[in-house]
């Protein structure tokens, strides 16, 4: 089974626990790195352990998200084995995965409906990474 490490703060609970329902649904093993309640919380708590997650290969992707989704996609892609995206369209998404090989999808749960968001991982799913001058330049992108 696929397993998807999912993370966000008090500002996505309530789409993390959508989404993962949504995974579920589709078939997906899901791991749950927190926030487990809508208490205020500090995001990085929670985006690190997941990273961690996707990084050492436990989990094949990441779905994230906090209130703009900046504060977590910041601190995910602190790690150098992690290219989280900001999306907040289908088609941004989807060229995520075709030009970024993303590997952590991230939303602004405080400015997307739970309907765009599904429409959201739907394209991010259905994307294929396509290799070849994108490899060049994601190869650019870690600092030694
Ligand atoms: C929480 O209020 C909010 O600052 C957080 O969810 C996020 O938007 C930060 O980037």
């Known amino acids: 089974m696929i397993k998807v490490a999912f993370a966000s703060d008090h500002a996505g609970f309530r789409l993390k626990e959508r989404l993962k329902a949504y995974m ?3 078939g997906y093993d899901v791991e749950d790195f927190g926030t487990f309640n809508e208490e205020s919380c ?23 998200m906090c209130g ?5 996609t910041m601190t995910l892609n602190k790690h150098q084995g992690i290219r989280a995206a900001l999306c907040w369209q289908p088609e941004i998404a989807a060229l995520a995965k075709q030009h970024n090989n993303a ?13 765009e968001a599904i429409r959201i991982v739907d394209a991010y799913l259905k994307a294929e990474y396509e290799g070849g001058r994108h490899q060049r330049r ?5 600092v030694k």
Request: net charge negative; proline share 6%; aromatic share 8%.
């Open 24 to 26: 579920k649904e589709k």
């Open 138 to 142: 994601i190869d650019k992108i870690s």
């Open 42 to 64: 500090d995001y990085p708590d929670y985006a690190h352990p997941a990273a961690l997650g996707v990084e050492n290969g436990d989990c094949a992707f990441g779905i994230t």
């Open 68 to 72: 703009t989704g900046n504060g977590i």
């Open 103 to 115: 590997n952590i999808l991230s939303l602004p749960a405080r400015f997307i409906s739970e309907e």
